[in-house]
């Protein structure tokens, strides 16, 4: 299995497959919650891991129930490791691998669609 992707990175790309779903850019889906847009990029970059009241939050922005989101994180998961990408719980210090498993996992969450 090759190394690539940290869990967060298929939080954050499910996210904002919704949110770009949804017709929203990232202000559009924070505004008035308890996050801000820079928080929320960090989030979709997985550079930062969401609470489950952020999480509740913006499935409701999306318009998508929350169990449904969980469910295609979940999915993404399974695919990626299908795909013989290991998914890190940790961020490792190779960026490039990093940038490989991004590209990798955004086309994992088209597929999942």
Known sequence: M???IVFDQ???AVLAHYRKAAGLNQGEAVEG???GPSSLSRLEKGDYSLSMEQLFELSRR???P???VTASIEQTFDNAIKNGIAVETEKKSNTGLLLLGAAAI???VIANR
């Open 2 to 4: 090759q190394s690539g």
């Open 10 to 12: 298929v939080v954050g």
């Open 33 to 35: 919650l308890s996050l």
């Open 62 to 64: 999306y318009n998508v």
């Open 66 to 68: 929350m169990a449904e």
């Open 106 to 108: 955004a086309a994992l």
